[in-house]
C-alpha cells in the first residue's frame, strides 16, 4: 500500500524556524512535493525534490533522503502569514499520479 | 493570469439531484486531476487524465464520472449527489515531461459544494 505519515500539527513563534517531516512508503518514487493550503483556498505549490539533499528557495528549503523514505519542510522567519497547512506528497511511479498525505497545521504565534 | 480555472466557485445543489462541476486550464498541460477535499483532510484523488486515457481511482463512487473533451477542459458529473458528497472539488493539472516525470501541480481555486 501507499502511506504517507506527517504530524498533524504544529506550533512555532513568528521570526523562528519550523521543520516539518513527512515519512512515505510507496511502491516506488518518482519525486516529493510540498504544498501549502491556507484555510478554504487551493493548495499552493512549494517545491519538488526527486534528488537526495537539500533544496533551497527563500525562506523554504526541502529536503530528501529516499534511502530512508523522509523528507522535511524547514520555514525560516515564519511570518503570521505562514499559518497555513502544509502538504507531503509524492509521485510513487513513473506514471502521472500524485497522492497525498494529509497535511501538517502550522500555527504561528506571535 | 488564472491558468486553472474552476467554475462554479460555490455550487449548492439538492440530495439525489445531478451536478456538473468544470475547470479549464491554459497551460496546455497534458494530465489533469479531479480530487476531493473534505474538511482538515488531505485531497483525496477520484480520476485522471493522461492526455484522453482516463484512470479511476479504485475507491471513487460509481456516483463520479468525469469527461475530458479536449485538453483545455475536464468536467466532474456527480450523478446523485448525497450529504457524504458536501465537499471541495479540486481540479489541478500537471505537465508530464519526456522523462516520464511530473515537477509541478497547479491547483484551481476549488468549488464547494454544498448538498441539501
Known amino acids: 500500500g501507499q502511506n504517507i505519515d506527517q504530524p498533524t500539527e504544529m506550533t512555532a513563534t513568528e521570526g523562528a524556524i519550523v521543520q516539518i517531516n513527512c515519512t512515505y512508503q510507496t511502491s516506488g518514487f518518482n519525486g516529493l512535493f510540498w504544498y501549502q493550503q491556507h484555510a478554504g483556498e487551493a493548495p499552493t505549490f512549494l517545491s519538488y525534490?526527486?534528488?537526495?539533499g537539500l533544496e533551497e528557495k527563500g525562506r523554504f528549503s526541502s529536503f530528501l533522503s529516499r534511502s530512508k523514505g523522509y523528507s522535511y519542510l524547514l520555514l525560516k522567519e515564519l511570518q503570521m502569514k505562514d499559518s497555513a497547512s502544509y502538504l507531503c506528497?509524492?509521485?510513487?511511479?513513473?506514471?502521472?499520479?500524485?497522492?497525498f498525505g494529509k497535511g501538517t497545521r502550522l500555527h504561528i504565534l506571535p | 493570469d488564472a491558468m486553472v480555472i474552476q467554475n462554479p466557485r460555490y455550487q449548492v445543489t439538492q440530495f439525489g439531484k445531478p451536478v456538473t462541476l468544470s475547470c479549464s486550464q491554459t497551460l496546455n498541460h497534458n494530465v489533469m486531476y479531479w480530487y476531493q477535499q473534505k474538511s482538515s483532510q488531505a485531497p483525496k484523488l477520484l480520476f485522471h487524465y493522461y492526455d484522453k486515457d482516463f484512470n479511476n481511482e479504485a475507491d471513487t463512487p460509481d456516483n463520479f464520472q468525469s469527461r475530458r473533451p479536449n485538453t483545455s477542459f475536464c468536467f466532474l458529473d456527480i450523478r446523485s449527489p448525497g450529504l457524504g458528497d458536501a465537499a471541495m472539488y479540486l481540479c489541478a493539472t500537471t505537465r508530464l515531461g519526456t522523462s516520464g516525470r511530473i515537477d509541478t501541480q497547479y491547483f484551481g481555486p476549488g468549488t464547494r459544494l454544498t448538498v441539501l
Open positions: 525534490n526527486v534528488l537526495d
Open positions: 506528497a509524492v509521485s510513487p511511479s513513473l506514471d502521472d499520479k500524485i497522492i
